[in-house]
């Protein structure tokens, strides 16, 4: 038997088969969101992961009249959450607090199960953490160029203290002696407490991060320069490593939501919108200014350049220094 399709019916057909291809995917069945959401926390409660979902998860509850459940799975840096996460089905129903670690640091030097921006999306910019270069008093430099011409006739001489390998820390001092042509002695301590402590007592030179801010305003660590091109309100009067003359990317950390690459893109989109417009509400605004953090909003195509950046120029800087492995 011979059927004849006509201009109309192929029309009609073309139709039909692209609303099923929308709205026969998980999720669309219904209203996004219809149910719960998971989010997975991949750290210990009371840190900043935590304060930024408890924020979100209330405000996103709120907005939708679904519950938000905040899930910890803590361990090896944020990898054991990464991995619990991406192994939930790809609904859009289980989010990932995250940072830009998760695509740039964490799946080059830690063994996952997932491939960074093939398997996983950032959906939202949260804020920056700003990565300020503090000195010890004792370092004879008041800004960065004065740091380099010191760190230049004294190699090895200035050493900086991290919360451990692998980190966006030790990752910023591999960067500003490359940047700068300079060699300086990495200390890894057990957490960034450590590190801060260390420095303050001259047993390190110098740390990287917004750790040191109230003690800059103490006058117990001096101020050198904000990395990259942000100045951070906070400490206003503190130039960016662009403007001490070192243009281009650097080392940054910044907060995000993450959801599977193989998520509905609708999803994506309408989480990208729902939560842009809890951050543009001045109460969330202010708490994350509280938490250390410079607001930030972004497009959910901005915030993917974003991390593939982050990507491709961490793992330029992992691999000089020899921390990447094999996945």
């Known amino acids: 038997m011979r059927f004849h399709l006509t201009r109309r019916g192929f029309l009609s057909a073309s139709a039909l088969v692209s609303a099923s291809a929308v709205f026969g995917r998980p999720g669309f069945a219904q209203e996004y969101p219809s149910k719960k959401i998971d989010y997975i926390i991949p750290y210990n409660a ?18 939708t009249g679904q519950q938000v459940i ?72 008041t800004n960065l160029q004065e740091l380099i011409a010191y760190a230049k006739a004294n190699p090895s001489a200035l050493a900086y203290g991290t919360s451990g390998k692998g980190t966006v820390g030790h990752l910023s001092g591999e960067w500003l002696q490359k940047q ?35 003690h800059i305003a ?25 403007e001490a003359g070192i243009p281009g990317w650097a080392p940054r950390s910044w907060h995000t939501v993450s959801i599977q690459a193989a998520a509905p893109e609708e999803v994506k989109q309408k989480l990208n919108s729902l939560i842009n417009g809890i951050l543009e509400q001045p109460d969330v605004k202010q708490k994350i200014i ?11 195509d901005e915030v993917k350049k974003r991390a593939q950046e982050d990507y491709e120029q961490f793992g330029a800087l992992i691999r000089d220094a020899g921390l990447a492995v094999a996945n």
């Open 46 to 63: 009371g840190g900043m992961s935590d304060n930024i979902s408890r924020l979100l998860g209330e405000k996103l509850t709120a907005l």
């Open 70 to 141: 905040n899930d910890y799975k803590p361990g090896a840096g944020g990898a054991i959450g990464a991995n619990y996460f991406m192994a939930t089905p790809a609904d859009g129903y289980t989010l990932l607090q995250s940072t830009n670690s998760f695509y740039g640091i964490i799946p080059l030097v830690t063994k996952v199960q997932y491939k960074p921006l093939e398997d996983l999306v950032p959906l939202v910019l949260i804020g920056d953490a700003p990565m300020v270069i503090a000195v010890n008093p004792a370092v004879p430099a």
């Open 180 to 214: 700068a042509g300079i060699k300086l002695l990495h200390i890894p301590y057990n957490g960034t407490p450590a590190a801060l402590q260390a420095t303050l007592s001259n047993e390190a030179q110098i740390v990287f991060g917004p750790e040191s801010a109230e």
């Open 218 to 242: 103490a006058g117990t660590l001096k101020g050198i320069a904000v990395l990259g091109s942000k100045r951070w309100d906070k400490l206003s009067d503190l130039p960016t490593t662009e």
């Open 290 to 300: 509280g938490f250390g953090l410079i607001p930030g909003i972004a497009s959910y």
